[in-house]
């Protein structure tokens, strides 16, 4: 498979690639840890994925909902759907796509609604409000700064390391205690985690990403 921009994709022509005598099949997508990348790194493919899955979940979830209190309505949520929404959301959450991101939105509007048993045309909004819980941008934003904090704290081994592009000088800068953004010409290089993650924590105050403990940290943002 490859992977570019639609304009990109449209000035490669035909080829096949050959290894040891066997030629390999061509995909517009592959599921690859879970994730369901195309061609494009539209995300549409996986979302659709995922969406079929929660809704599978919330569909046994309204057959066996008379018998369960409340809470255990929303424990069942939180261990058996909030997992797929959230898993790898840094990769491919948000990505400039509203219409994408507002179709996972929907998903966890109907779960709140199904726990609270409000009609069906009720306000997902009050739902999510009711239940105390994040909307799902809001969670993968957490997730991109918890991210961030960890590769900058060590706490994670990645193969980007944001401890190198600090802005190292002596001048009182707004921007000193900044990590540098990359370089991007294209609102599709600006899509790419390490751009959005940089931005976002450079936007916290230079206390809060100075916590010295990830729970002291995630309470700020």
Not at 13 to 22: V, Y
Not at 29 to 35: A, D
Not at 116 to 142: F, P
Not at 146 to 172: A, Q
Request: proline content about 2%; aromatic content about 10%.
């Amino acid at each position: 498979m490859i992977i570019g921009s639609s304009q990109r994709l449209k000035s490669v022509g035909k080829f096949s690639l050959q290894i040891c005598d066997e030629f390999l099949d061509k995909t517009d997508c592959y599921k690859y840890l879970g994730v369901i990348i195309n061609e494009t790194l539209s995300w549409g493919d996986h979302v659709d994925y995922i969406s079929t899955k929660v809704n599978q979940r919330l569909g046994i979830l309204r057959r066996i909902r008379h018998l369960l209190p409340i809470n255990t309505r929303e424990l069942y949520v939180k261990s058996m759907i909030l997992p797929l929404l959230d898993y790898s959301d840094i990769v491919w959450g948000d990505k400039h796509n509203k219409t994408l991101m507002a179709k996972v939105q929907l998903l966890q509007g109907k779960a709140a609604k199904l726990i609270l048993d409000k009609a069906k045309h009720s306000s997902a909004t009050e739902a999510i409000n009711e239940l105390d819980w994040l909307v799902l941008s809001e969670r993968r934003r957490q997730h991109r700064l918890s991210f961030v904090f960890k590769c900058m704290h060590g706490l994670i081994d990645w193969n980007f390391n944001f401890t190198h592009l600090r802005e190292t000088h002596p001048y009182n800068t707004r921007q000193k205690d900044d990590v540098l953004l990359p370089k991007s010409r294209s609102q599709w290089g600006q899509q790419r985690l390490t751009y959005q993650a940089i931005k976002e924590w450079n936007g916290l105050p230079v206390s809060t990403r100075n916590s010295n403990s990830l729970d002291l940290f995630m309470k700020l943002v």
